[in-house]
Every structure is written in C-alpha cells, then in structure tokens.
C-alpha cells in the first residue's frame, strides 16, 4: 500500500448507496474508486433485499393492482413528513417504476404477481410483492389508496439482500470501477479552499497471511451478528485485531469524494448522546455502522439533522393471528392499533412507554397462531417461535391473572380488554382502530401472554438502525456547510446523509433511498469531476 491513485470519484463505502453511486458515475464516464472497510454489501447484504416502489410497477400491473403517482404520494407524505422536501418527494414517486427498471438492467430480479391475504413483515417464498408499511392500517389507509409496494428481490429464504448486492457488485465492476476492501478511511483531504480532494486511508492486503482468517470471521458472524451480536461480539473483537495487525496507510485523489458508509447504530457513544432510549434495541447491520462516514463530513464542515430518529423493529406477524392480540404497557394501556407496521409500532412503544409492552392473547387467538405457522413462515421465522412457544410467552386462566405474571397494572388491563370487547360486540368497532378481520373478540382463557419489551430476550430482539446523517442539498446530494452553501467536492447517499426515511421507516424504503440518493449523487459528482477537468 502507500501508493497515490488518481480518479474522478471516490466512493465511501459499498453497499446499497455506494454501489448505485458507483455505477451512475461511471455509466458517466467518471473513473471511479470504491472503498470498503468489510468486502462490500454493508447491510444491504444483510438485509431482506425489499425495495419499496410504486406508482404503476411491472410488478404492480402483473398483480392487478393500480398505484398511482399521487397515491404513493399521498401515503409517502404521511411517513416521511419533514425528512425532506415535497419536491424531492414527489421527484423520488414519479422516478420510482424505473428505478425498478434501472435495478433490472444491473441484473437485479423481481417478480410481481399475487400478494398473501394475510399481514406479515416478511413474506414466505411464495410472495414477492406485499404490503411492506402501513398502506392498510389506521390512519395510513384515510390518506391514500392502498397498494403493495414492497417489492422482493427474487431469491430463496433470507437471501435477497445478498443476492441484489451481488448483481450490483457484478455491473459495477464490469463498468471498470476499481474495488478496495478491508480500507477504512480516516480523513478527507481539502485543499486551502475547503474542496475535498480524496482520502486517506488504512487498508489491510488481501495477500496477508491475516486476510483468510478476518474473511472466514466476517462471513460466519455476518448474519448472526444482525439478531444476536452478543453471542459473536469475541469474534469481531478477533477480526478487528487482525485487520489492525496487518493495515497500512495509503491515500487516493479526486476532485469528488461520495460518503455512503451507513449509519451508527454500532456507536454506542453517540447512540446514548442522540438516542439514550434506544440503546436497549438490537443493533441491525455491521460493525461498519458506526457514524465513520458521518463523522468524515462532520470534520469537513458539514451538520447532521435526524439524529435522533431510530427505528425499532417490533415485528408481531407472522404469523398473522398475533395480529389479532392485543399490545399494552405496565399501566395496561393499549399501546398501538397491532395492525400496524413493526417499526411504527416500535417506534410508540419505545417513545411512550419506555420500551416496555406485551402482547396478551386469549386461548381461541393463541390456537389459531399455531396452525398458521406452517403456511406463513420462513425457517428463520419459525426459530424464534420456537422459543415464543416454550420458554417465551406465560400463561394464565384470567386477565387478572396474566396481568399479575408480568407485572402489568391489573385494573389498566382489565380496562384496555373491556374497551376492546366492548367496540367489538356493539359494532362501532376496535377502538384502536385495528382492521376488522383481524378483530376477532377477547372472551375465553386461559389467556397467553409475549413479552415484546426492548430487553426481553436476546433470543426475541427489537433490532434497529440509524435514520439521522448529513444534510445534503436535494438536487445533487452534495454535503451542506455548516456555515451555508456546499462544502466542494463532497456528497453523502444512503443511512450517511437525511433522506426519504429519516422521519419514518417501512420495510423497502431505506434501500429505495439508498438507490435513489446514491443514483443522485453519483450523476452530479461525475458531472462536477467533468467539468473540472474540462471534458
């Protein structure tokens, strides 16, 4: 290492944001450079490969299912709020089926078609297209039409993060675009004005007697860390001694330096400054989300905006009976409509009631789930409730009982269930506004209880990320100054920088972002590399 490369643009990180970048600029003609501190994928990788898209899809028309522009929209406008502005809303529904198409043509594959009768956060390989937020539940469905938007990359079980990845890695690479894993970078190099100019680096050779191991390291603890992080927390302490070992320092130019190294949900420092009721969550992603690239434009001169926004993932379904439980606090109050996406009903529970809350389900509701197990969940799905039905859930013959059990407030109960079976049997309805069907009445014990607390089990996480980064400029994506304008030379994409879900998360919708921003700023860092140039 310590050699100087010359390029058009740099790319910080590789994942999703990094990849789109990557391509753009060189479908632009930009001699690009992308640099790594894992082997590329980040937590797009690791993810469920969903790519949140509308506004008339392929996948959408095979279906029978019409979405406009307008009601994408309109339901978009309801999550995404303040995050950015109504134009770059509008911008990112209107480009949104040929994004799809863009992702097609790197080799990415979907298929539309059908979507399951029931509400799951993840659909069984017999779906891949599904209602991935809140587009059905109250009060989402009173904005706009509903349509399914959640668009999975074709692949087996878990695998379609992977598999979408691989097929961006593929195209970037066979455009030329030069790859460096295992490199961290450090510092960004300006010159006396402030225009970023490149990177300064450590990397580990991949020729090194260290690289086997810190490559078999990753991949074994990769997935596992994303749901259970204690149990590999010695072996990525193993991986990052190995890579210090054998890491040198190097730099790389440029007149354009993309920032998309993901989040921080692994800083816990500056989780506990910006997010102090979060850190009890389960940290989704790899290790690299640790504010690196966040912190690269914070010592340029860049502000960061939405730090505070996490989103928790307290997933109920599948299968799609525990829908039909009811979720209440220590005092017993309800917590959320259950219909609701996972992550907004996370979101009420940590917010509300200090990340405390359980599911309480009568004996007709907690039969039903079992005999849906089989026709609507994955393997991975099915682990968890393994242990759901042995050693996690309580039982009792009363809801004064199951009250008790868990330490819930017996009168709050008693008057949450009361309410509820009340709206039922006089036909006003839930009066947490949950759908119907999934209103069945709470009458006949014994009664069941799910302790969905944020530090219920390692085994039963509430896993999350990071929303909040840079501020960008919307139109290009390059990184405001803190003291206004642009700072020269610099962009962010993707969990980097404020964009589509740093307000609101549903499943699909940070990858989309990360495609949409990392497209952005790639065209604009190549264009502002040409003209300095003179090309």
């Known amino acids: 290492m310590g050699s100087t490369g010359e390029y058009d643009v740099i790319v910080v990180g590789f994942g999703a ?183 300064r680096y450590r990397a580990m050779d991949l020729e090194h007697r260290n690289a086997r191991q810190h490559s078999l390291l990753t991949r074994v603890t990769g997935k596992v860390g994303t749901w259970l992080p204690g149990v590999v927390r010695g072996a990525v302490a193993r991986t990052e001694r190995l890579w210090s070992e054998a890491a040198t320092e190097a730099s790389a130019h440029a007149p354009t330096v993309i920032l998309a190294a993901g989040g921080f949900i692994y800083n816990r420092d500056w989780m506990q400054q910006f997010a102090p009721q979060f850190m009890k969550i389960s940290p989704l992603g790899t290790p690299g989300d640790d504010g690196a690239g966040i912190a690269l434009g914070l010592a340029a001169g860049g502000i960061t905006d939405k730090m505070d926004n996490v989103t928790a993932w307290r997933f109920l379904a599948p299968p799609s009976a525990f829908l039909e439980g009811l979720t209440v606090g220590a005092d017993g109050r309800r917590i959320a409509n259950e219909d609701l996406y996972g992550a907004t009903h996370g979101n009420a529970m940590m917010r509300e009631f200090n990340g405390t809350g359980w599911a309480i389900y009568d004996a007709a509701t907690w039969q039903k789930v079992r005999r849906q197990i089989n026709e609507q969940t994955q393997v991975f799905q099915r682990l968890q409730l393994l242990y759901l039905f042995t050693l996690g859930h309580k039982k009792a013959r009363t809801i004064d009982g199951i009250a008790r059990k868990n330490g819930i407030d017996p009168a709050g109960l008693r008057a949450t269930v009361a309410a509820y079976n009340t709206g039922i049997a006089s036909g006003a309805g839930d009066p947490g506004h949950k759908t119907p069907e999934l209103c069945p009445p709470m009458t006949d014990g014994p009664f069941y209880s799910i302790n969905i607390s944020a530090d219920s089990s390692m085994f039963y996480p509430i896993p999350g990320l990071t929303l909040g980064g840079l501020v960008v400029d919307e139109t290009s994506g390059a990184v405001t100054h803190r003291d206004g304008g642009a700072i020269p030379g610099l962009y962010a994409a993707g969990r980097n920088a404020v964009g589509i879900c740093s307000n609101s998360y549903v499943s699909g919708l940070s990858i989309s972002d990360c495609v949409f921003s990392g497209r952005r700023a790639g065209a604009h860092a190549a264009q502002t590399a040409a003209l300095e140039s003179g090309q």
């Open 17 to 199: 944001a990094g990849a789109a970048a990557a391509i753009e600029a060189a479908d632009r003609g930009a001699r690009v450079l992308v640099l790594d501190r894992g082997h590329g994928g980040g937590a797009t990788a690791l993810s469920g490969g969903i790519v949140y898209a509308g506004a008339g899809t392929p996948e959408q028309r095979l279906g029978g299912y019409e979405d406009t522009v307008d009601d994408m929209l309109a339901y978009l406008r309801a999550e995404v709020g303040d995050a950015v502005s109504e134009e770059t809303l509008a911008r990112f529904c209107e480009q949104s089926p040929a994004m799809i198409e863009w992702l097609k043509a790197q080799g990415v594959e979907f298929r539309g078609g059908t979507v399951s009768s029931y509400k799951t956060s993840y659909p069984t390989d017999d779906f891949y297209l599904y209602y991935s937020g809140n587009e059905k539940a109250h009060p989402y469905s009173r904005h706009a039409r509903p349509a399914p938007r959640g668009h999975r990359v074709l692949a087996p079980g878990m695998s379609s993060g992977k598999v979408m990845f691989e097929h961006l890695r593929r195209s970037a690479q066979s455009k030329g675009i030069e790859f460096i894993p295992l490199a961290r970078v450090h510092a960004l190099i300006q010159d006396d004005d402030g225009h970023v100019t490149g990177v």
